[in-house]
């Protein structure tokens, strides 16, 4: 099983940017798709980006497209999340998981999550 663990959150002012990472252990890594997911206080875990085990392919909320950009270096085992012209409303926890089976927008098809980094957005 893939283990995560995120890092790269922090506070940021409304246009500024951030740059998550998603460090996985375990040679498996590389077989998985990958996903980022939030959450919000009071509010239920959010759907971010996903992005292939081979990289070829990437899907965004719509919520974030054009904003946030998912990669992943296999070589250091690593999976970003590149955000950049941040709204308050971004603010959330932020995870990561590998995906198992089933929608890539949904939490329930994923597993191994890290125990996410806090994103604050300030007006």
């Known amino acids: 099983q893939v283990q995560l663990v995120e890092s790269g959150g922090g506070l940021v002012q409304a246009g500024g940017s951030l740059r998550l990472s998603c460090a996985a252990s375990g040679r498996a890594f590389r077989s998985y798709a990958m996903g980022w997911f939030r959450q919000a206080p009071g509010k239920e875990r959010e759907f971010v980006a996903a992005?292939?085990?081979?990289?070829?392919?990437?899907i965004y909320a719509d919520s974030v497209k054009g904003r946030f950009t998912i990669s992943r270096d296999s070589a250091k085992n690593t999976v970003y999340l590149q955000m950049n012209s941040l709204k308050p409303e971004d603010t959330a926890v932020y995870s990561c998981a590998a995906h198992y089976s089933g929608s890539y927008s949904s939490g329930a098809a994923y597993d191994g999550w890290g125990q996410g980094t806090q994103v604050t957005v300030s007006t």
């Open positions: 992005i292939t085990w081979s990289s070829l392919s990437t």
